[in-house]
């Protein structure tokens, strides 16, 4: 199935293989000089059971105690390895001394056909997944696809399956520590992003408003010049939602885009919200962590092409990107840059950050995946 998510997330495998050389300007576009600072690398480890050329499938999430959730394509094995699945795509916790823990969404009773995980969610000590699945009494073809949410514990096991609301076309989701369930999608009708909350059981509790903070309805405001925020199509802008777990509460963040507003949410809503001050043709292409003072982020630059996939209204459903060698802090308070850490030109990728101690992705020369920890100096 041909969905904007897995036309994005192509894209950004695509142009992960060439990341540019160069580092981003980014100090010559801020209005002011930014300090800047570098990390100290430790040694890398190789990550277990994990074949040679395998390759990062998607984005990053974060474990509080600085494992690294990501989906890989290649050879894994392992407790919890489907055999079936060894050249396809896993989702691994890869943890601080290099094990890694498999979570087998593909195997879920009651249901058949189990997609590639479409967002993923870490928090609360458990693992969550967004899949799309066909139950297993409605295999006629006539019969559309359910969303599930599977919830994992650390180790890997399967200990829920919920089914959502089958009007719902969600694209990301997040958990509260309370268990409740907020679903991101897109409200066509009204032109708007749609925030549903459910219970842990699936049942509906409220609507959450983003009001002036909808992406949707920021975008339409916004002049051309905002890296392609206002020639996205809705469906792919709300595809780009990114939630993260913060302090008892979710962060909505702006993936691929500029000029949108991170966003923080509690139960009832809308807590705060800043717009961060991106240099000039930067997007954010991930965040790394959040304190009480900044966001920590990659920066990236849209790849320019004329042969970029539009729909019929001309917008834009896909893009590719060049990433940014060095990490951006950005002020919650008003979205002001603090702060530059260059990564080098070691090609790691960054992925987590817990108790100051940040973790990396990359390969070595024998094309094997590692890890490695570092400390800005």
């Not at 990053?60 to 290649?74: K, T």
């Not at 800043?274 to 009480?292: C, F, G, H, N």
Request: net charge negative; aromatic share 6%; proline share 5%.
């Amino acid at each position: 199935m041909k969905s904007a998510w897995c036309l994005a997330l192509a894209c950004l495998i695509a142009t992960r293989c060439a990341i540019s050389q160069e580092l981003g300007r980014v100090t010559d576009a801020a209005p002011k000089v930014v300090p800047t600072a570098s990390f100290e690398f430790s040694k890398p480890q190789a990550i277990a059971n994990v074949g040679a050329d395998a390759m990062l499938a998607g984005r990053f999430d974060c474990g509080s105690n600085g494992s690294v959730y990501a989906l890989v394509q290649g050879k894994v094995s392992g407790s919890n390895a489907d055999p079936e699945r060894q050249d396809g795509v896993a989702l691994l916790g890869v943890h601080p001394d290099a094990a890694i823990t498999s979570f087998p969404w593909w195997s879920v009773s009651g249901f058949a056909e189990i997609s590639i995980p479409r967002s993923v969610f870490v928090g609360n000590g458990h693992v969550y997944l967004l899949v799309t699945a066909k139950r297993d009494s409605e295999q006629q073809e006539h019969i559309g696809r359910s969303f599930l949410i599977l919830k994992f514990d650390t180790n890997g096991n399967l200990q829920d399956t919920l089914a959502l609301d089958p009007n719902l076309t969600p694209w990301a989701f997040g958990v509260f520590p309370s268990g409740d369930i907020l679903v991101v999608s897109e409200d066509r009708l009204n032109h708007r992003m749609a925030l549903n909350l459910f219970d842990e059981h699936g049942g509906f509790i409220r609507e959450l408003r983003l009001n002036k903070d909808d992406f949707i309805e920021r975008a339409a405001q916004l002049p051309p010049s905002s890296r392609g925020t206002s020639a996205y199509a809705s469906g792919f802008l709300v595809s780009l939602s990114k939630l993260i777990p913060w302090n008892g509460h979710l962060l909505l963040v702006p993936l691929l885009t500029s000029g949108l507003p991170i966003v923080e949410l509690g139960e009832d809503g809308v807590i705060s919200a800043v717009t961060p001050r991106l240099p000039d043709k930067a997007v954010i292409e991930s965040i790394i962590s959040s304190s009480d003072s900044a966001f920590t982020v990659q920066l990236a630059t849209i790849v320019e092409s004329a042969n970029q996939p539009v729909d019929f209204q001309g917008k834009l459903h896909s893009v590719g990107l060049h990433p940014i060698e060095q990490l951006t802090e950005i002020s919650r308070a008003n979205g002001d840059i603090l702060r530059q850490i260059d990564l080098g030109s070691s090609g790691v990728e960054p992925a987590c950050e817990s108790g100051g101690v940040y973790r990396f992705l990359l390969s070595n020369n024998q094309r094997e995946l590692q890890i490695v920890a570092a400390k800005v100096r």
